[in-house]
C-alpha cells in the first residue's frame, strides 16, 4: 500500500535553531501533502497544505514565516521549524492523499517528535 | 464548518469486552467519514472507512456504520485485546478537492488482561 516516510522520527534542538522534516510519498506521487502538529491532549490540528510547485496554504493561526513549508517536487514535502522556542516542542506529523478524491483516505508518516531546549 | 464530535476517553476495558466509541459529525453535503488509529509512538493508521450513507466499514474485527439520519459513525468491536490499546480518531474529509481531513479529538483506548 501506499507509505509517507518521514525523517526525523526525533529531534533534538537547542531554542532559536532551525529543524527541518522531510515527509516523502515512497510509491506514488502527491501533489497536495498535509502538515499536521499533535498536542499531549492527542488533538490533531491542521497546520498547512502543502502544494507541489505552489505556496503552502496556512490555517489561521499557524505563523508561515515560523514554519517553512516547501513541496519542490510531486514526492517530497519538507517542513521548517525556524527559531524554534520551547513552545515549539510537539509533534507533528505529515500525510498525502493517493489520488484526488476525497474518499481516497490520507496517509500519514510516522511523525517527528520535536523537542526545543 | 465542518466537525467531528468523539466521546471523551480514556476508555478502559478487559480484555474480550464489547468497545463502542461514539463519533458524531457535522458537515455539509456528503463528506466520506475514517476511523484511524494510533499506536504509541507512532503515526496514524486507517483502520477503516465508508463514503456513503449506510456503508459499513470493518477492518480487524473492528466496524463503523455511517448513519446519515443520526450524524453518526461510531467504532465497535465485540472483543477487543491487548494489542487494540491505542488512540483512535474519528475523521471527514472535506467537500472540496485537496482538502484536508478534519479529526476528532481522539479516545484513548486501554485494554487490560
Known amino acids: 500500500g501506499a507509505v509517507v516516510s518521514q525523517h526525523p522520527s526525533r529531534v533534538i534542538c537547542k531554542s532559536g535553531t532551525s529543524v527541518k522534516i522531510e515527509c516523502r510519498s515512497l510509491?506514488?506521487?502527491?501533489?497536495?501533502m498535509f502538515w499536521y502538529r499533535q498536542f499531549p491532549k492527542k488533538s490533531l490540528m491542521l497546520m498547512a497544505t502543502?502544494?507541489?510547485?505552489?505556496?503552502?496554504?496556512?490555517e489561521q493561526g499557524v505563523e508561515k514565516d515560523k514554519f517553512l513549508i516547501n513541496h519542490a517536487s510531486l514526492t517530497l514535502s519538507t517542513l521548517t521549524v525556524t527559531s524554534a522556542h520551547p513552545e515549539d516542542s510537539s509533534f507533528y506529523i505529515c500525510s498525502a492523499r493517493v489520488g484526488g478524491h476525497l474518499d481516497s483516505p490520507l496517509h500519514f508518516g510516522n511523525g517527528t517528535r520535536l523537542t526545543v531546549t | 464548518g465542518d466537525s467531528v464530535t468523539q466521546m471523551e476517553g480514556p476508555v478502559t476495558l478487559s480484555e474480550e469486552a464489547f468497545l463502542t466509541i461514539n463519533c458524531t459529525y457535522t458537515a455539509t453535503g456528503y463528506p466520506s467519514l475514517f476511523w484511524y488509529v494510533q499506536y504509541p509512538g507512532e503515526g496514524l493508521q486507517l483502520l477503516l472507512k465508508?463514503?456513503?450513507?449506510?456503508d459499513k466499514g470493518s477492518n480487524k474485527g473492528f466496524e463503523a456504520t455511517y448513519r446519515k439520519e443520526t450524524t453518526s459513525f461510531h467504532l465497535e468491536k465485540g472483543s477487543v485485546q491487548v494489542s487494540d490499546s491505542a488512540v483512535y480518531f474519528c475523521?471527514?474529509?472535506?467537500?472540496?478537492?485537496?482538502?484536508?481531513?478534519?479529526f476528532g479529538k481522539g479516545t484513548t483506548l486501554s485494554v487490560s488482561s
Open positions: 502543502s502544494n507541489e510547485g505552489s505556496k503552502a496554504t496556512y
Open positions: 465508508a463514503t456513503k450513507a449506510d
Open positions: 475523521a471527514l474529509s472535506g467537500n472540496q478537492a485537496g482538502t484536508a481531513l478534519i
Open positions: 510509491d506514488f506521487q502527491a501533489t497536495t
